[in-house]
């Protein structure tokens, strides 16, 4: 048996199918119709049927995408969408124009807002090698087709504003696009410290938001946080005026370290990056300190004092630190 993997790690093995434009958006009453078209390119040395089909899609919080049957999602627009090319064998080089038409249905009582659909374009299954193994590997493409009806209201709300890792300070923000219509979502946060000043201000990249659905966004910022307290704003843009704005505030507490065997030192932080990589408190970093850290990884002294010890940056400590110490030995002995 062989394994199936898409198109996302193919480029290397000869797969080279170009997709001219990946979205289009509309803005159409009941009873419009719209015609567009792009172009699928074979940049390959070597000929390749093409397979064209329609489905639906949305995201999940992280973004990632989840495909469906077309019809399948209660505002599918595969119904009103046409594709006059079903499948074409392109040459070496060579190029098919897709037509594509959207028509609204006239005189239906549709609610207004987006609605969206996908047009898939597939290569054919391949045998090539990937990582060591044989697999079929198929190249395919999602053309992303919106259509707003009128009348549209763009409204978002933020659900949760999370500070993870502080080493350095990176926030999650989740939101929620409480109107019918399609949004692109920016912002900024500002980090205040208990004298209400502005220890800095971090753009929150914009992401794209269905109507319905929640999109979890990270904000990394450079702030190594102190001991103190702190107050997190962050406004998003959905478009409209004013922008919506949610806050928090966060503690963060002195650390009480202590030794962890009898005859050890306290754990140090040797290079001032408000890690403490040296888990024995001997001055020095070695795999005693790795090793110390997986031993003594669940006792309160290290779980209340996560942040000395959250070597990947997630808040947390857990099986993931030791490996990340590890790695950080590792590399010093390279």
């Not at 259509?147 to 989740?174: M, Y």
């Not at 929640?214 to 001991?227: C, G, H, M, S, W």
């Not at 966060?250 to 990056?273: F, H, K, N, S």
């Amino acid at each position: 048996m062989y394994a199936v993997v898409l198109a996302a790690a193919l480029a290397a093995h000869g797969f080279a199918l170009q997709i001219t434009q990946l979205e289009f958006e509309f803005s159409l009453e009941p009873g419009d119709e719209r015609q567009f078209s792009f172009q699928v390119r074979n940049d390959a040395d070597r000929p390749q049927r093409i397979k064209v089909q329609l489905g639906d899609w949305k995201r999940l919080p992280t973004g990632d995408h989840v495909f469906e049957e077309p019809g399948t999602l209660e505002r599918s627009l595969t119904d009103w969408l046409e594709v006059e090319l079903e499948s074409s064998t392109l040459p070496p080089g060579g190029v098919e124009e897709v037509h594509g038409r959207v028509r609204v249905p006239s005189g239906a009582e549709l609610e207004g807002g987006s609605y969206w659909g996908m047009i898939f374009v597939q290569g054919e299954p391949r045998l090539t090698e990937h990582q060591g193994t044989m697999v079929m590997a198929v190249e395919r493409f999602g053309v992303k087709v919106l259509v707003d009806i009128p009348p549209t209201e763009r409204e978002a709300r933020i659900e949760q504003l999370a500070p993870r890792g502080l080493n350095p300070l990176w926030v999650e923000v989740e939101v929620a696009n409480t109107g019918n219509t399609n949004l692109s979502i920016g912002g900024y946060l500002e980090v205040y410290d208990e004298a209400g000043n502005v220890v800095g201000e971090y753009e929150l990249a914009e992401f794209p938001c269905l109507p319905g659905a929640q999109r979890i966004a990270r904000v990394e910022t450079d702030l190594n946080i102190k001991p103190g307290t702190y107050l997190l704003l962050v406004r998003i843009d959905p478009g409209v005026d004013p922008m919506v704005a949610s806050q928090r505030r966060v503690r963060v507490r002195e650390l009480a370290l202590e030794p962890l065997e009898e005859g050890w030192g306290v754990p140090q932080d040797l290079t001032g990056d408000g890690l403490y990589e040296d888990v024995m408190g001997d001055g020095e970093f070695h795999q005693g300190d790795v090793d110390a850290l997986a031993e003594h990884l669940h006792r309160p002294v290290i779980q209340r004092n996560w942040r000395a010890f959250d070597f990947t940056n997630d808040g947390e400590v857990g099986q993931q630190d030791v490996e990340a110490l590890q790695a950080a030995l590792d590399g010093e002995r390279d």
